[in-house]
């Protein structure tokens, strides 16, 4: 028998390879000895699928008759990442109580007029293997939802709903209140200070006005914030010229189809302005100084608690993301660089930046020197934050202040290029994901009205 299906085996070799082939390649063995650069005698030759030039890379953008743009990115695969980005923040509560876009970003997908609760929208997600989230920038307001691509009719439909056709109930807006009492708690007992940190700084750097104004709504204004101010600032700002339908992984002409059938001729349920009381006013840097003393020796207890650091933001005013100076500025802050003294790496993650090099490596006493560079349409913040234990604040402003004065001298060619290297393979890795890819080309569409390939920007850092 075994004798039998062996031969069978020899047999059914020389059928595939032919007798020639097999005595060639046959070294005996239980495999033809071929080499694996060598194409297999007798298989076809491979045809593989190719792409027309740039033409799938492209971002494709369509103004429907209201104003409102519908961009899309094609990307191959089962899910998509589709979302409303609204040109809303909290630079635009000028001649409101502040704290709104703080609010709208929690009462997001919550009841509206075609879903009863939170519960039955994600629910009706979970058909498509979907998930949603709502978030709130300085300048930008962003819903966006993931799901499968034959669910994108439900998904634009419930985006628009979610946008839109908001129920904003009392006991919905009593549960946010809530929320963002325990947000605002939690803050400031957070033993990592960068989020209180970079608000502080925008505090610092425009004092009062636009980017300055408080992310977070402040504890007074968590009561004041009701039904009539929300649907008084939304008439205001969300209106069709100033969003964008933003959509990965979809075709462009069923987007705009999507986008005409729930979105053109939708009336939301806060009604229209005649003239709408848009706040266009310009970032104003005024600099200071804002400073906050906190006792945290009972946030951290037990046998090894947290040492109490004195932590400082120190930041200069760049330029706005609409500039040329703005690729530079981020090739500034990546040989910057820094990060916390405990991490542990290579070249791949910074240790060859200005701020280990400079800072951490030589302090000891230094637990974290890191650069940050916050951009908006009209400024920007190039910022370094540093950690010490408290005995050490004056020495630990002199040393970050000296890295900013040392920033306007020259910089050596290895330092440039390994900085820009960096950047073009964040930016790459980054846009890698479909979530990612989707705000990029949301953001840029709602402030320029076009996009930047990626393959644009890497130029323009080289």
Request: glycine share 8%.
């Amino acid at each position: 028998m075994a004798t039998h299906m062996s031969r069978c085996r020899t047999w059914s070799r020389v059928q595939r390879f032919g007798i020639a082939a097999y005595r060639k390649y046959s070294s005996g063995g239980r495999y033809p000895n071929i080499s694996l650069s060598a194409p297999l005698p007798g298989i076809p030759k491979p045809v593989f699928a190719s792409v027309d030039g740039q033409e799938k890379y492209e971002t494709k953008i369509t103004t429907l008759e209201n104003g409102l743009k519908v961009a899309s990115q094609n990307k191959f695969g089962q899910f998509c990442t589709v979302g409303i980005l609204v040109n809303s923040g909290s630079r635009h509560e000028t001649k409101y109580p502040s704290g709104i876009a703080h609010f709208v970003e929690k009462l997001a997908f919550s009841s509206t007029a075609q879903y009863g609760s939170k519960d039955e929208i994600l629910l009706t997600l979970e058909k498509h293997g979907g998930i949603c989230d709502c978030q709130t920038s300085r300048d930008t307001t962003m819903y966006a939802v993931s799901a499968e691509v034959k669910g994108l009719d439900t998904v634009v439909s419930l985006l628009s709903d979610a946008v839109l056709q908001p129920r904003l109930l009392d006991d919905e807006i009593e549960m946010t209140r809530m929320a963002v009492r325990f947000e605002l708690e939690d803050l400031n007992m957070r033993p990592d200070p960068e989020p209180l940190l970079t608000e502080m700084i925008h505090a610092a750097a425009y004092r009062g006005n636009t980017v300055g104004l408080p992310r977070f709504c402040p504890v007074d204004n968590v009561d004041k914030i009701d039904k009539n101010v929300l649907h008084s600032y939304l008439r205001n700002y969300y209106c069709p010229e100033r969003m964008v339908l933003a959509g990965v992984g979809i075709e462009h002409e069923q987007l705009v189809e999507c986008a005409r059938k729930y979105l053109l001729d939708v009336k939301p349920v806060w009604g229209t302005s005649a003239v709408a009381s848009v706040d266009l006013s310009v970032a104003q840097y005024t600099g200071g100084i804002v400073k906050m003393e906190k006792d945290m020796s009972d946030v951290s207890l037990g046998p090894t608690p947290i040492p109490e650091l004195t932590h400082i933001m120190i930041g200069l005013e760049s330029c706005s993301f609409l500039e040329d100076d703005f690729i530079p500025f981020a090739v500034l802050n990546m040989m910057m660089g820094g990060g916390g003294s405990f991490s542990a790496g290579g070249p791949g993650k910074g240790m060859f930046t200005r701020l280990y090099l400079n800072v951490l490596n030589r302090h000891h006493w230094m637990y974290n020197a890191t650069s940050y560079h916050h951009s908006y349409e009209d400024s920007g913040l190039l910022c370094i934050h540093a950690s010490a234990d408290p005995r050490q604040v004056r020495e630990m402003v002199e040393i970050i202040t000296r890295e900013f004065i040392q920033m306007a001298g020259s910089a050596g060619e290895m330092e440039l290029e390994r900085a820009k290297t960096q950047l073009k393979s964040m930016l790459m890795m980054n846009l890698e994901s479909r979530p990612v890819i989707f705000e990029d080309v949301g953001r840029q569409v709602l402030s320029t009205g076009k996009r930047k390939l990626p393959h644009e920007l890497c130029d323009l850092i080289s």
